[in-house]
């Protein structure tokens, strides 16, 4: 856990950037914007703000008028205090990409998080015999209370499909998306039919396995065109297209827009 104001000049870098660490910010005064993939995001007052590992993004906020605190943590840290593996999976704010990654609140919540994220802090600090149960108890209502408002937000089932075969798809998908683009890949892989995969990832998520599919070959293919600098031609051979005008009619399909009109859209600022 980090103060934002001993942070932000070096945190909130105005340069394409990445790293390898879950991050939620939790703001109290916020002015300004996160450009994340292919998503603006306003920095607002009393909003949290979700980011996964490996997600491209710059800043452009205005430093004196932010207050935050900011929880990193890796996937093996939780992994040291849960048995579940798929714990990160199973929270709907990260690895998400139909919904904002951005949670409206109010000051009394933030204030309350934060004051659980500094007891935290306290504990890796000055660790005694029974920090770690302390520390895996409040990580674990931090992370669950926040998945709770997240979904009630945004009208999202927050129940556990115990078969987890669900959540394994949506890990899957962040591993081998630029190599498997059809559902069969990925039922092989959980060694399960397509139809159990779907019935499975339906009743999590009330998405098809395709449509979540989709959405998310999407997203890695907005996010090749905004920072990679390579030809629709490079992009359509590293995704496993055929010819380059396969991709370029499933992005026309999925947003509206052809591959130009969408470039010039984001050039101009008009994309949120």
């Known amino acids: ?30 002015n300004g914007q996160l450009f994340l ?36 943590f890796k996937e093996e840290f939780l992994n ?14 990260f690895y998400q990409y139909e919904h904002p990654i951005v949670l409206t ?8 998080l934060c004051n659980i994220l500094q007891e935290m802090k306290s504990e890796l600090i000055s660790p ?23 979904a009630i937000q945004n009208n999202l089932p927050f129940q556990i499909d115990i078969s987890n075969h669900a959540y394994t798809y949506k890990k899957l998908l962040e591993q081998h998306i630029k190599e498997k ?13 397509r139809i159990a995969l779907n019935s499975a990832v339906k009743k999590q998520f009330n998405q098809t396995a395709t449509q979540i599919l989709k959405n998310r070959l999407l997203t890695e293919i907005k996010n090749e065109l905004i920072y990679a600098n390579k030809s ?22 999925q947003t509206g827009l052809t591959i130009s009109e969408f470039q010039a859209t984001y050039q101009n600022g008009s994309l949120s």
């Open 1 to 30: 856990m980090l103060n934002g104001s001993e942070i932000a000049e070096k945190y909130m870098l105005s340069e394409i950037h990445n790293t390898d660490s879950f991050e939620i910010l939790f703001f109290k005064k916020g």
């Open 37 to 72: 993939g292919n998503k603006k995001v306003e920095i607002r007052d009393n909003t949290i703000v979700f980011i996964s590992p490996f997600q491209l993004k710059k800043w452009s906020v205005y430093l004196s008028e932010l207050n935050f605190t900011v929880l990193i």
């Open 80 to 93: 040291e205090f849960f048995a579940d593996k798929l714990f990160t999976y199973k929270l709907l704010y």
């Open 105 to 112: 609140s109010n000051n009394e919540k933030i204030q309350g």
């Open 128 to 150: 005694n015999l029974d920090s770690a149960h302390i520390i895996r108890s409040l990580i674990y209502y931090s992370l669950q209370r926040i998945n709770r408002d997240y």
């Open 181 to 193: 683009q059809r559902i069969e890949d990925y039922s092989d892989l959980l060694g399960i039919s």
């Open 232 to 253: 629709i031609s490079e992009i359509a051979i590293e995704l496993g297209y055929s010819e380059p005008n396969h991709l370029m009619r499933f992005f026309k399909k």
